[in-house]
């Protein structure tokens, strides 16, 4: 059975491989946001079915710069040397657009913990995304 996303899709699409480290850390938060909101979508609807709008709310909450800061503090001390290196590009990393509703700091913290997840994902480390997020959402005391 597959378990690298990323691998199978790449392969199903042709595309080539990449040294993930020339990634820029806005990149990695890019597709990091995805894969961060995927996995909080799939435990929410795998908890049972339920109108999208309440979907939403259950899932937006978890997504947004505040959480996803909480967790990224939560996390630091969990992290291996390359992934809090990781965490920091993405941390420090200046973009032109800032989440509404969200602090600076916040904001900065939020995309580091999305390039962090967007690097393992591009390093086929799925497993660790999950465990990481499980761990965060504990230690933050966030329900989903």
Do not use: C, W
């Amino acid at each position: 059975m597959e378990t690298d996303i990323n691998a199978y899709i790449k392969r199903q699409f042709g595309v080539e491989e990449v040294d993930i480290r020339t990634y820029s850390p806005l990149a990695l938060a890019y597709i990091g946001d995805g894969v961060f909101d995927l996995v909080i979508r799939s435990v929410i609807v795998g908890r049972g079915n339920t109108g999208a709008s309440r979907l939403h709310h259950r899932t937006s909450h978890i997504v947004k710069a505040h959480t996803q800061a909480k967790i990224a503090e939560s996390l630091l001390p969990h992290l291996t040397e390359e992934e809090a290196t990781v965490y920091r590009r993405g941390r420090n990393a200046h973009s032109p657009t800032m989440a509404k509703n969200a602090t600076m700091s916040d904001y900065r913290k939020a995309t580091g913990l999305e390039a962090l997840f967007g690097y393992l994902y591009l390093a086929g480390q799925f497993e660790r995304i999950v465990s990481l997020i499980r761990e965060g959402l504990v230690q933050t005391g966030e329900r989903i």
